[in-house]
């Protein structure tokens, strides 16, 4: 199935892309700035599962950036959608086999780290998997991948490294954390908060460490960015729902976008 999507990508476009950006909830605009852009809707695509989540285009769009040929996932599939590891994961598998060498994922998260604040920008330096599964569970594909894959560096420190000088460069304020991965849909409980930051956690979502754990099986190298679109559960003395992230996402578009345009490029490895 996987090589019918590649045969069918490779027939829409003769962009063969270096560079993979995901977009999170309510973040999907980054996309229209490509040059020469072909859009395919994920329904077209052998093997893709639809995105039904809220925010989510559910569109791959491949096109240039200066130099440096870009595909874009406006829109994921999350475990919490019932979709299983490896259909989450879809997505970074055909780009990696497309010869992607590099992915920046974003998201839409919650703040735990009281130094955060809402609408701002966080470099993912590493992550807890807590949605109680991996991507790489069952037979190994050899050539993909090895069956026992280091996750010591599963953001790249030179990525952060380049982001941090673009984000300088451009006045944007970034800041760098650990990201939780939690199963969702439901937000946590304020206990859950204070054990995720007890355990070393500035942001909470429910996206990114599968493909992230399917990026480095497969040796791309990755960027994370999470949008702190609310402060996570019992921080402050209001609930928290998916309208206000996605209004924060909102916020902060026009911001990221800006970001990734002068970041991705400078990401061809
Ligand atoms: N928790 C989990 N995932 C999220 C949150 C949150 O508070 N905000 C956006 N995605």
């Given at each position: 199935?996987?090589?019918?999507?590649?045969?069918?990508?490779?027939?829409?476009?003769?962009?063969?892309?270096?560079?993979?950006?995901v977009?999170?909830?309510?973040?999907?605009?980054?996309?229209?700035?490509?040059?020469?852009?072909?859009?395919?809707?994920?329904?077209?695509?052998?093997g893709?599962p639809?995105?039904?989540?809220?925010?989510?285009?559910?569109?791959?769009?491949?096109?240039?950036?200066?130099?440096?040929?870009?595909?874009?996932?406006?829109?994921r599939?999350?475990?919490?959608?019932?979709?299983s590891?490896?259909?989450?994961?879809?997505?970074?598998?055909v780009l990696?086999?497309?010869?992607?060498?590099?992915?920046?994922?974003?998201?839409a998260?919650?703040?735990?780290?009281?130094?955060?604040?809402?609408?701002?920008?966080v470099?993912?330096?590493?992550?807890?998997?807590?949605?109680?599964c991996?991507?790489?569970?069952?037979?190994?594909?050899?050539?993909?991948?090895?069956?026992?894959?280091?996750?010591?560096?599963?953001y790249?420190?030179?990525?952060?490294?380049?982001?941090?000088?673009?984000?300088?460069?451009?006045?944007?304020?970034?800041?760098?954390?650990v990201?939780?991965?939690?199963?969702?849909?439901?937000?946590?409980?304020?206990?859950?908060?204070?054990?995720?930051?007890?355990?070393?956690?500035?942001?909470?979502?429910?996206?990114?460490?599968?493909?992230?754990?399917?990026?480095?099986?497969?040796?791309i190298q990755?960027?994370?960015?999470?949008?702190?679109?609310?402060?996570?559960?019992?921080?402050?003395q209001?609930?928290?729902?998916?309208e206000?992230?996605?209004?924060?996402?909102?916020?902060?578009?026009?911001?990221?976008?800006?970001?990734?345009?002068?970041?991705?490029?400078?990401?061809?490895?």
């Amino acid at each position: 199935m996987i090589h019918e999507a590649i045969r069918f990508i490779e027939g829409h476009t003769a962009l063969r892309p270096a560079v993979g950006v995901v977009l999170g909830s309510g973040l999907g605009a980054f996309g229209d700035v490509l040059a020469e852009r072909v859009d395919i809707p994920y329904h077209e695509i052998p093997g893709w599962p639809p995105s039904t989540a809220v925010g989510h285009a559910g569109k791959l769009i491949l096109g240039n950036l200066g130099d440096a040929g870009v595909a874009v996932m406006a829109g994921r599939a999350h475990l919490y959608e019932g979709y299983s590891p490896a259909q989450v994961t879809y997505g970074v598998r055909v780009l990696g086999l497309l010869g992607v060498k590099a992915m920046v994922f974003t998201n839409a998260a919650g703040g735990i780290n009281l130094d955060l604040q809402r609408g701002g920008l966080v470099l993912i330096s590493d992550h807890i998997n807590l949605q109680g599964c991996s991507p790489l569970a069952g037979p190994n594909d050899d050539a993909l991948g090895p069956r026992f894959p280091d996750m010591s560096e599963a953001y790249s420190h030179r990525f952060r490294g380049v982001a941090k000088q673009v984000a300088a460069e451009l006045c944007v304020p970034v800041s760098e954390g650990v990201y939780a991965a939690m199963l969702g849909p439901n937000y946590e409980t304020p206990a859950e908060i204070r054990f995720l930051r007890t355990i070393g956690a500035d942001v909470v979502g429910m996206s990114t460490v599968p493909e992230v754990i399917v990026a480095n099986h497969m040796g791309i190298q990755v960027l994370g960015i999470s949008c702190v679109t609310n402060m996570a559960a019992g921080i402050l003395q209001q609930k928290i729902n998916h309208e206000e992230v996605l209004e924060t996402g909102a916020m902060v578009r026009d911001t990221l976008v800006r970001f990734l345009k002068a970041l991705v490029p400078r990401l061809v490895v």
